[in-house]
């Protein structure tokens, strides 16, 4: 039985009940249900670019983990709220590592949307090149049961 006071850390309960197959997820029949589009993009067995899009609680974040899972991929993580181009450059720089290394990244931006156009050209220089690939999220459009677009 775990105590109380003690001083190990935990992980929150959201993380701790987030679905680690695609079998585990529970709605987005849509998106994975057989024949659909994120079904047959994991069936395919290569990794791509999306933008998934949908209010808060849809379960984009958990789609962009179980694709880097998936496909055994390195996970970066970043806000496009919070980080820069110098920011990009570093998660660029540790794709190619990865890459050099035989792991594909899969480079995930929350709140895509909010780059300016200096970061997109970047990051279009970056995607042709087959560095990354991009799951990016946004929260812009209010679709009640959440969406993805392929890319």
Known sequence: MADLFS???????????RP????EVIGQSQLLGPGRPLRLAF???RPH???????????????????????????????????????????????E??????KHTILFI???HRFNKAVKFFFNQSLTKFIVQLIGLHHRFSFS????IHG
């Open 49 to 95: 670019s999306m933008i998934l899009w949908g209010p808060p609680g849809v379960g984009k974040t958990t789609l962009a983990r179980l694709t880097a899972n998936a496909f055994d991929c390195a996970f970066i993580a970043l806000s496009a709220v919070f980080s820069g181009v110098k920011d990009i450059r570093a998660a660029m720089e540790q794709a």
């Open 7 to 17: 001083n190990e850390p935990r992980q929150p309960l959201a993380e701790a009940l």
């Open 110 to 112: 929350d709140e895509i």
């Open 145 to 148: 049961n959440g969406g993805v």
């Open 97 to 102: 590592q990865n890459l050099a290394m035989g």
């Open 43 to 45: 069936e395919s067995g």
């Open 20 to 23: 680690k197959t695609l079998d």
